[in-house]
T-cell receptor, first 114, second 112 residues
């Protein structure tokens, strides 16, 4: 079972609307959580990085929240644009013995329509 | 932030042949990794590229199939050997300085 679950799997919204993507994880111990945007045919690009003590972090129209107690995170996109169409990937980093214990969610495929 | 250049961006290869993917970082990164991403799936770590020594492979991936080199801190290659259609996927390289992870744009490989 994947330790990082994202929902919904896909989402279609109209331009200008808001949306919220969810990420639930069971990874432990926890170091930080990241949201990446991946355009089709491109590598993931970082949107936000949140540590254990952070509840909310914004990056322009993107706002991420983190509840470390319930192990849930969300990514809220405000006033969506056509260029927001992409896959959004939640990544949880664990400070394990392995040098790079990054656990990837399957992603949410967002389509913004005019 | 680091910029990672990966090439080729895509290729169509005959089964039984090999393809080498190159990854160049514009600044020194501590760690470099290679991932595979099947359509609609999340990223799967293939191996950690170690500078000047053999890569560290994840379960299910072996050196004979995916030989990796990392001669210095800013360059690495991944070879997909003796390809079959099941190897068709997107391959991504990543570099991290322990505060951030950066990704190449990926190589879309189709094996026919």
């Amino acid at each position: 079972k994947n330790q990082v679950e994202q929902s919904p799997q896909s989402l279609i919204i109209l331009e200008g609307k808001n949306c919220t993507l969810q990420c639930n994880y069971t990874v432990s111990p926890f170091s930080n959580l990241r949201w990446y945007k991946q355009d089709t045919g491109r590598g993931p690009v970082s949107l936000t990085i949140m540590t254990f003590s952070e509840n909310t972090k914004s990056n322009g129209r993107y706002t991420a929240t983190l509840d470390a107690d319930t192990k849930q995170s969300s990514l809220h996109i405000t006033a969506s644009q056509l260029s927001d169409s992409a896959s959004y990937i939640c990544v949880v980093i664990s400070p394990a013995a392995h040098n790079n214990d990054m656990r990837f969610g399957a992603g949410t495929r967002l389509t913004v329509k005019p | 932030s680091a910029v990672i250049s990966q090439k080729p961006s895509r290729d169509i290869c005959q089964r039984g042949t090999s393809l080498t993917i190159q990854c160049q970082v514009d600044s020194q990164v501590t760690m470099m990794f290679w991932y595979r991403q099947q359509p609609g799936q999340s990223l799967t770590l293939i191996a950690t590229a170690n500078q000047g020594s053999e890569a560290t492979y994840e379960s299910g991936f072996v050196i004979d199939k995916f030989p990796i080199s990392r001669p210095n801190l800013t360059f690495s290659t991944l070879t997909v050997s003796n390809m079959s259609p099941e190897d068709s996927s997107i391959y991504l390289c990543s570099g991290t300085d322990h505060t951030e992870a950066f990704f190449g744009q990926g190589t879309r490989l189709t094996v026919v």
